[in-house]
């Protein structure tokens, strides 16, 4: 299992590093998150850690939701997520339990997933990056149009309709994306604030779900190796 904690996008900033290098930063409200409840094979047939994030007033949760967090001693949660695990790694965890960003410490790299920002319905040109028809030759008020479809408007042998994965207009954004091994520049365990290095998904103010790495690149990998060594 990846430990993983639910957190808010704050915004962009930047830090300096030594030397006066500038680096641009992602600004994560990180925690803290309680442990509602821990999932046993025995009883629930898989093993997973279920944890809360974010306040909430009674009167706007229910009497489900609060009853459910009141079992582990805390304040009705705004979002809770389970993340699957082993028996023994869930073992770890107490129901009550306080997570903070204080848990990340030392960790080079994490794992960011939000929601995109949803863009609505998009045309063939911002969604796909088509470049468009031609500007001149005749063509007339028809620039950002997909063109022919007619090569694969016949999806023979699989029913009627264009084949699957044809690149037309349509809905775009609002999809859950991960940023994988993005460089922990900086936590503030005093505010809860951590300090990732370049974007993640999401606007400002949205739901992020940060956890440590599941694979790492080979060079973010090497760097983690010689830290441990030296």
Do not use: W
């Not at 505010?191 to 990732?196: A, K, N, S």
């Amino acid at each position: 299992m990846s430990f993983a904690m639910l957190g808010t996008k704050i915004g962009m900033t930047r830090v300096y590093k030594d030397g006066g290098v500038n680096v641009p930063v992602t600004v994560i409200q990180l925690g803290p998150c309680v442990v509602t409840q821990i999932r046993t094979p025995e009883k629930d047939g898989y093993s997973a850690v279920q944890i809360g994030f974010g306040d909430v007033k009674a009167r706007n949760s229910t009497q489900p939701v609060i009853g459910h967090d009141a079992k582990a001693g805390s304040a009705p949660r705004r979002h809770h997520r389970e993340f699957r695990c082993t028996a023994e790694e869930a073992g770890k965890f107490q129901v009550g339990q306080v997570l903070t960003v204080k848990d990340f410490d030392g960790q080079m790299f994490v794992d960011v997933v939000g929601r995109s920002k949803g863009k609505g319905f998009q045309g063939v040109m911002k969604r796909h990056h088509f470049k468009g028809m031609f500007a001149s030759h005749g063509t007339e008020r028809k620039h950002r149009s997909p063109g022919s479809i007619g090569s694969l408007c016949s999806n023979r042998g699989f029913g009627g309709g264009l084949a699957k994965g044809k690149k037309m207009a349509g809905h775009m954004g609002d999809v859950r994306v991960t940023c994988r091994s993005a460089e922990v520049v900086r936590i503030d365990p005093e505010t809860g604030l951590i300090l990732v290095k370049g974007t993640v998904p999401g606007a400002a103010r949205g739901l992020l779900t940060v956890r440590t790495p599941v694979r790492l690149y080979k060079r973010k990998a090497k760097k983690v190796v010689a830290k441990a060594a030296g």
